[in-house]
């Protein structure tokens, strides 16, 4: 990736903090942007008390919706039947012309037809290994944690990355 910034949803945000690696991340010295309406979506107190501390060191940045882009967040809700909190993220994405970070199916098709770049955990955590910010054991472990925080993430990819990684 060449431009070192993303938009972040909020399925991301909480596999980084399940997975333990949420610090790791932001070593790899991408700016890392989400949206105030990612941010309303983040009740877990652990999550919540991550993402506010990242934010303190301005590791984390957070687009505020302007009331202008409030019609295009809409459209984008509309069209693609996705969350208002996803839609945000597609158009800051969109208008950075920035990769957008998700997990989520529907808002991955949605960015992929709007022409942006969509990336995800795996991604992040195949970077972290590769640019040694993680051990491939640590990578395996916040796989596992991240998986078992419920994160739906394709099995069989999972699945070689921890074979692979634990080997």
Not at 14 to 35: K, P, Q, S
Not at 72 to 97: C, N, P, R, Y
Request: glycine share 8%; with cysteine.
């Amino acid at each position: 990736m060449e431009d070192r910034v993303v938009v972040q949803d909020a399925n991301v945000l909480m596999d980084l903090v399940n997975g333990g690696i949420l610090d790791a991340w932001f070593r790899l010295g991408i700016e890392t942007w989400t949206t105030d309406f990612v941010l309303a979506e983040i009740k877990d107190p652990k999550q919540e008390t991550t993402v506010t501390k990242a934010m303190g060191k301005r590791q984390l940045l957070v687009a505020e919706s302007a009331t202008e882009s409030y019609g295009q967040i809409s459209g984008f809700h509309t069209t693609w039947g996705i969350s208002i909190a996803d839609a945000s993220v597609l158009h800051t994405a969109k208008a950075m012309e920035v990769p957008l970070m998700s997990g989520d199916a529907t808002l991955r098709k949605a960015a992929s037809r709007e022409g942006v770049q969509v990336i995800g955990v795996l991604w992040a955590l195949d970077e972290l290994v590769d640019n040694v910010k993680i051990s491939a054991g640590e990578a395996a472990w916040a796989l596992v944690q991240i998986l078992e925080a419920g994160s739906y993430l394709p099995k069989a990819e999972c699945e070689k990355r921890i074979k692979i990684w634990v080997s």
